[in-house]
């Protein structure tokens, strides 16, 4: 039969009858035996071969899906005893004990390390900025009863705590990172807290609403180089917030829309290079904001729509080398824009349809005048006060441009 099939298949049809086959003609059939032989082991070998990789694939995608299924198993059981600590952590801030209270403090911000995906870690630090948003009373008088005076004392020290982990988990030498995650801290209370050093390259941080009545909120060196840290509708009505010595190459600050009644802010010895801070619409009418010893050379100061009736804003001794300051739109009826003893060497202004009813915008100390800003109106308004001299040289009478 092997014989037979081989001559079919090399399309031998038949012999030649003879009496008796010769040597040559069985040397041939033997050779036609050992090919169909030959082709029938290798057959036989491909299907053992196909059969040894579809039996590898079975293994291989049974020991995957087992994978999985201990995978998946893990993950119910490491969120099971996240939910379990969750309680328990959640429970302890919510005591009536401001002891207690810190212990649930630490122990959310130790579960959010630990916690098994981002939603969950996120979980945790929405709880934490949920304790802060937890209507605050102010701190009672010194006449008002002592029970009453620790009981706020231990609340403060509660809050300012949590504040003090948030910080902690978003500086560039923490052991575990928030960075990315979002900070819902609207209508917040502040009077004080430590976000020195902390890092802003994604995710986004809310004080929308926030209230800042004394203390000191310090963001003192922090870097802004991503994401969004919104004050929209803040309120500024005592105290200090510091961004003194602060990074901006990236990202959004945003004041639209803040009132400015009694605090003071900050941004001395800070670097500008792509940021943007903007006050649109913002209400200037007591306090100050310092920008002394600024160096801009890129991105923008933004105080479109903003309403000065009261608050001074100075830019002592500061360096704009670049960037964008505009004062469009805006309402000038009171306060003083100094910038005594600045640079300009490249920056623009930009004072389109701004009305000058009362405050005055001052440039006239400038160290350096060689490169006027560009975008100044010609002739300046009588709020605009200009430098008469640059490097020595005349440039034109005070209050307009030299021609």
């Given at each position: 039969m092997v014989i037979g099939g081989g001559l079919v298949l090399l399309g031998v049809e038949g012999f030649k009858p003879?009496?008796?086959?010769?040597?040559?003609?069985?040397?041939?059939?033997?050779?036609?035996?050992?090919?169909?032989?030959?082709?029938?082991?290798?057959?036989?070998?491909?299907?053992?071969?196909?059969?040894?990789?579809?039996?590898?694939?079975?293994?291989?995608?049974?020991?995957?899906?087992?994978?999985?299924?201990?995978?998946?198993?893990?993950?119910?059981?490491?969120?099971?005893?996240?939910?379990?600590?969750?309680?328990?952590?959640?429970?302890?801030?919510?005591?009536?004990?401001?002891?207690?209270?810190?212990?649930?403090?630490?122990?959310?911000?130790?579960?959010?390390?630990?916690?098994?995906?981002?939603?969950?870690?996120?979980?945790?630090?929405?709880?934490?900025?949920a304790y802060l948003r937890i209507p605050y009373s102010p701190q009672p008088s010194d006449d008002a009863p002592e029970a009453e005076r620790l009981a706020f004392a231990g609340l403060r020290e509660v809050r300012h705590t949590v504040i003090r982990l948030i910080s902690a988990h978003l500086r560039k030498n923490a052991a575990f990172s928030w960075q990315g995650h979002d900070f819902d801290l609207t209508g917040v209370l502040f009077d004080g807290g430590d976000f020195a050093e902390i890092v802003f390259s994604d995710g986004k941080f809310d004080f929308t609403g926030a209230v800042f009545n004394g203390g000191v909120v310090n963001f003192s060196g922090a870097e802004f180089s991503g994401g969004q840290?919104?004050?929209?509708?803040?309120?500024?009505?005592?105290?200090?917030?510091?961004?003194?010595?602060?990074?901006?190459?990236?990202?959004?600050?945003?004041?639209?829309?803040?009132?400015?009644?009694?605090?003071?802010?900050?941004?001395?010895?800070?670097?500008?290079?792509?940021?943007?801070?903007?006050?649109?619409?913002?209400?200037?009418?007591?306090?100050?904001?310092?920008?002394?010893?600024?160096?801009?050379?890129?991105?923008?100061?933004?105080?479109?729509?903003?309403?000065?009736?009261?608050?001074?804003?100075?830019?002592?001794?500061?360096?704009?080398?670049?960037?964008?300051?505009?004062?469009?739109?805006?309402?000038?009826?009171?306060?003083?824009?100094?910038?005594?003893w600045a640079k300009f060497s490249g920056c623009e202004f930009d004072f389109n349809f701004a009305k000058f009813q009362g405050t005055v915008v001052d440039l006239r100390d400038a160290r350096d005048y060689s490169v006027p800003p560009k975008g100044l109106p010609n002739p300046a308004p009588e709020g605009l006060k200009l430098p008469t001299r640059t490097n020595g040289s005349l440039k034109g009478p005070e209050g307009s441009l030299p021609s």
């Open positions: 003879e009496k008796q086959l010769t040597s040559t003609t069985l040397f041939d059939l033997l050779k036609i035996a050992f090919a169909v032989v030959a082709g029938l082991g290798a057959l036989v070998a491909l299907v053992v071969a196909y059969r040894r990789q579809k039996v590898a694939e079975s293994a291989q995608w049974l020991a995957e899906l087992a994978d999985d299924r201990a995978a998946d198993a893990a993950r119910r059981e490491a969120t099971k005893l996240h939910n379990e600590r969750f309680a328990s952590a959640a429970g302890q801030l919510g005591h009536d004990s401001a002891a207690v209270r810190l212990a649930g403090a630490h122990a959310l911000a130790g579960l959010a390390d630990d916690a098994p995906t981002r939603e969950l870690r996120q979980t945790c630090i929405d709880v934490l900025c840290v919104i004050f929209y509708r803040a309120n500024f009505l005592g105290g200090s917030v510091g961004f003194t010595g602060c990074k901006f190459s990236g990202g959004t600050v945003s004041f639209t829309l803040a009132e400015f009644c009694g605090a003071k802010l900050y941004f001395g010895d800070s670097r500008f290079s792509e940021s943007e801070v903007s006050f649109r619409g913002a209400v200037f009418s007591e306090g100050s904001i310092s920008f002394e010893a600024l160096e801009i050379s890129g991105g923008a100061i933004n105080f479109a729509g903003a309403e000065f009736s009261g608050s001074n804003i100075h830019f002592h001794g500061s360096t704009l080398s670049g960037g964008h300051v505009a004062f469009n739109h805006s309402v000038l009826s009171g306060g003083k824009i100094d910038f005594h």
